[in-house]
């Protein structure tokens, strides 16, 4: 398998634009998590989810932020209008097995908004 | 909340020489991973170790579950070293969330 691949690898917008990050984890996998990185509070988690229904978004910073999973293979995280707070790199996690699954990440997107 | 402190910081190291970085959690966990962060902001997976000692290559790791620790051992450091280590785990009172420490930044000097 090929690894958790996420999409674009770097973006950079203009603040108020929509902004649509890219997920395919790996085949087989049964939970599928968001994660954003920053210098100030590291890696935090943003919403997961178990056979493609969101499980806790409570890690969502604001209405601003949505993700979807339409199937097992896919999932988008948008933020819609984008502010330079939002500035970060955003990795997509995929697993097996919830608890007892070894998660796997993929290379990130590095997004700043300008 | 989950508490999940790794010490020390910052190491800087010469190349060749070992050391051991520590992840501290505050409850029972049903998992736990160490992952190395490249220069290029990769998270690599290096061990998942709920309990027990396992090991690849020059790195090993420990988990005494019981005392709600984690040891992650370095020998022979090379310079490829470098990074930032991260220690995660997941705790089932708090849900299927893998929650992460602050990370030891390692330099390795040549």
């Known amino acids: 398998d090929a690894g958790v691949i996420q999409s674009p690898r770097h973006e950079v917008t203009e603040m108020g634009q929509e902004v649509t990050l890219r997920c395919k984890p790996i085949?087989?996998?049964?939970?599928l998590f968001w994660y954003r990185q920053t210098m100030m509070r590291g890696l935090e988690l943003l919403i997961y989810?178990?056979?493609?229904?969101?499980?806790?978004d409570s890690g969502m910073p604001e209405d601003r932020f949505s993700a979807k999973m339409p199937n097992a293979s896919f999932s988008t995280l948008k933020i819609q209008p984008s502010e330079p707070r939002d500035s970060a790199v955003y990795f997509c996690?995929?697993?097996?097995?919830?608890?007892?699954?070894?998660?796997?990440f993929g290379q990130g997107t590095r997004l700043t908004v300008v | 909340g989950i508490q999940v402190e790794q010490s020390p910081p910052d190491l800087i190291l010469q190349e060749g020489a070992n050391s051991t970085l520590r992840c501290n959690f505050s409850d029972s966990v049903n998992n736990l991973q160490w992952f190395h962060q490249n220069p290029w902001g990769q998270l690599i997976n290096l061990f998942y170790i709920p309990s027990g000692t396992k090991q690849n290559g020059r790195l090993s790791a420990t988990t005494v579950a019981t005392e709600r620790y984690s040891l992650l051992y370095i020998s022979s450091s090379q310079t490829t070293d470098s990074g930032v280590y991260f220690c995660a785990v997941m705790i089932k009172a708090a849900g299927n969330k893998l929650t992460f420490g602050g990370g030891t930044r390692v330099l390795v000097k040549p």
């Open positions: 085949s087989g996998h049964d939970y």
């Open positions: 989810f178990n056979n493609n229904v969101p499980i806790d």
């Open positions: 996690a995929s697993s097996f097995g919830g608890l007892v699954g070894e998660a796997f």
